[in-house]
């Protein structure tokens, strides 16, 4: 019998802003990442006797959504970094990159041209809770080695 293992603890991501550093992410705070992209790469134009004209579209556009747990490290770096381009010249607004690994699925992916979309919603109750941020990112290149 073949099986194989995942580990959240594997995977590490990276966020770096020239003027404010970085931050290395590997778990702590995290309740998960996702990315999805945009843009649809393809789209068919079918013609009034069926024929299909397909079209490669370019764009590597997309966003990913972090949730932190809002007494976490990570969300208050990334409170400091949305407060920092908040008041930035318009030219820093997308200068940050992300970066994900996940070694044991093989996975790098880098983002860059990162802005953020909006703060994320806040909410307080007895029990703490994760706050989402999402990001969005002028281009997505997975598998960069």
Do not use: C
Not at 61 to 81: E, F, K, M, P, V
């Amino acid at each position: 019998m073949s099986y194989t293992t995942y580990s959240f603890e594997d995977v590490t991501m990276t966020i770096s802003n020239p003027a404010v550093g970085q931050f290395v992410a590997s778990g702590t705070g995290i309740g998960s990442i996702s990315i999805a992209m945009t843009t649809d790469r393809t789209a068919h134009d079918v013609s009034a006797d069926g024929s299909v004209m397909v079209s490669k579209i370019p764009g590597r556009n997309g966003n990913t959504s972090i949730a932190a747990q809002q007494t976490s490290d990570l969300n208050q770096w990334l409170i400091r970094l949305y407060n920092y381009l908040e008041t930035a010249p318009t030219s820093q607004w997308a200068s940050t990159s992300i970066l994900i690994r996940a070694p044991r699925m093989q996975d790098h992916i880098a983002l860059t041209g990162v802005s953020f979309q909006k703060l994320p919603d806040r909410q307080y109750q007895a029990q703490g809770q994760q706050v989402t941020w999402t990001l969005m990112a002028a281009d997505i290149q997975q598998n960069v080695v």
